[in-house]
């Protein structure tokens, strides 16, 4: 089982950009990797994958355009720059590794390892 370790999040204003990191306890090149976010009183939902070799991505509607999702594998991190954030961004974002070999999907059942979190709150 690995572990993951996000980081990076904080309170910004509407507008303003954030890099969320999340470190791995071990080699994560053959899984790929996702992003899900849980904003109080909602269920969580998926923000961003990204496959093992980090060639394909796959975003939700509501970042496409503003989020991108990154991978350095020699380093097993995986990254999350939102730029042009909104209030309604304002989460605690989850990073998550799928099975080795899977492809990344929006869905949280193809994920077996989680993170903690890390709280993003964006002012108006």
């Known amino acids: 089982q690995v572990q993951l370790v996000e980081s990076g999040g904080g309170m910004v204003q509407a507008g303003d950009s954030l890099r969320l990191s999340c470190a791995t306890s071990?080699?994560?090149?053959?899984?790929?990797m996702g992003w899900f976010r849980q904003a109080p009183g909602k269920d969580r939902e998926f923000v961003a994958g990204?496959?093992?070799?980090?060639?394909?991505?796959i975003y939700a509607d509501s970042v496409k355009g503003r989020f991108t999702i990154s991978r350095v594998n020699v380093e097993n991190t995986v990254y999350l720059k939102m730029n042009n954030l909104k209030p309604e961004d304002t989460a605690l974002y989850y990073c998550?590794?799928?099975?080795?070999?899977?492809?990344?999907?929006?869905?949280?059942?193809?994920?077996?390892?989680w993170g903690q979190g890390t709280q993003v709150t964006v002012s108006s």
């Open positions: 990204i496959n093992w070799r980090g060639d394909s991505t």
């Open positions: 071990a080699q994560i090149f053959s899984r790929s």
């Open positions: 998550a590794a799928a099975r080795q070999n899977d492809p990344a999907t929006i869905f949280e059942y193809d994920y077996t390892d």
